[in-house]
């Protein structure tokens, strides 16, 4: 849905840091460049866009609807692949290399499109082109702002690239971990409960979840504690049950009112206080979290009690 992804993977590898004796900036560095990596197999929704083509007066829900039916194209397919991730790490390692041997990269990473040429055609090539682009500039900034080795950049890498599709198995079409292969893992989305609203609600609190490790990670590396940011104006998402009563109830099919409408709550977390001063940017992000968390709480309460 949102940012689950990154804040996962920026946890696991911050975390795991930690524990292997790493300095907390290391670890704050080797973090962040994983949740970049973790961000890299979305790149294949650049296709999304042609579904918008030949819209003229569509309304917002079905220009939305046309632009997710086109990313279904080939979303979660090669650049989702753990069979695929392996090699790319390698690849986007080597390109972090230093620049008499950055070369070493391009046979991993053509070899990577010309699979993906064979397999999956022309669109195939393309979005693998995307992808190992997108990598290799990450692996590039990780290295120059980050100050990485490229064994680290080989390590965040894989760990963005593999930890990602994990978090698809509750939306959407089920990624293809084995691409190119034949074989399957999941043969669909794992089904959190048999009400197509109460799976989206509790698709939604894993994704929050996700957020939440990856708030309090930061927050954790940073030396600040997490109650001094929260404001209690989060608690003015209890109001969202009302929602309940409002909207219809939500699906994974027709999730835009309920998905906008209670990331919108989150924005009480930016405004300013009685002296019009902008709160600081952990405050804004601990309270407007706290406040779509207790939003989504109450949803769930209200429509399991109407």
């Known amino acids: 849905m949102f940012a689950g992804h990154e804040t996962l993977a920026f946890a696991l590898v911050a975390l795991a840091a930690l524990r292997l004796g790493r ?3 290391e670890a704050l560095a080797l973090g962040i460049a994983a949740a970049a990596f ?3 197999p979305d790149v294949d ?4 866009p042609a579904g918008l083509m030949g819209l003229d007066s569509a309304g917002a829900f079905a220009a939305a609807n046309a632009f997710w039916g086109a990313s279904t194209v080939v979303h979660r397919a090669m650049t989702h692949s753990l069979v695929v991730a392996v090699p790319a790490a390698l690849g986007f390692a080597l390109a ?7 070369w070493l990269a391009v046979p991993v990473l053509l070899a990577l499109v010309g699979v993906a040429a064979v397999s999956s055609g022309a669109l ?3 979005v693998m082109s995307v992808y190992v682009v997108a990598g290799a500039a990450v692996a590039v900034l990780a290295t120059r702002r980050l100050n990485l080795r490229s064994r680290e950049v080989a390590a965040v890498a894989l760990a963005g690239l593999v930890t990602h599709p994990f978090g698809d198995l509750f939306t959407g079409e089920a990624p293809q971990f084995l691409y190119p292969l034949s074989g399957v893992v ?3 989305r794992v089904a959190l409960a048999s009400d197509p609203t109460l799976h989206l ?7 929050l979840a996700a957020i939440w490790l990856g708030v309090l990670t930061y927050l954790h590396l940073t030396e600040r504690s997490p109650w001094r940011h929260l404001n209690v104006r989060a608690a003015g998402g209890a109001a969202y049950a009302l929602a309940a009563f409002v909207i219809a109830p939500p699906t994974l099919d027709t999730s835009y009112q309920f998905v906008f409408s209670v990331l919108a709550v989150g924005f009480v977390g930016v405004v300013p206080d009685w002296k019009r001063r902008l709160p600081p940017l952990p405050t804004a992000a601990v309270t407007g979290l706290a406040a779509v968390t207790v939003a989504g709480l109450a949803y769930a309460i209200a429509y399991v009690a109407a």
């Not at 929704?45 to 999304?48: L, R, S, T």
């Not at 972090?96 to 950055?102: E, K, Q, T, Y």
């Not at 609600?201 to 994704?207: M, N, S, Y």
């Open 201 to 207: 609600l509790g698709a939604f609190g894993v994704e």
């Open 23 to 25: 300095s907390r900036p």
């Open 38 to 40: 973790a961000a890299v």
């Open 124 to 126: 195939g090539a393309f």
């Open 45 to 48: 929704m650049v296709y999304a």
């Open 186 to 188: 999941f043969d669909g």
């Open 96 to 102: 972090a290399h230093d620049s008499r041997n950055r």
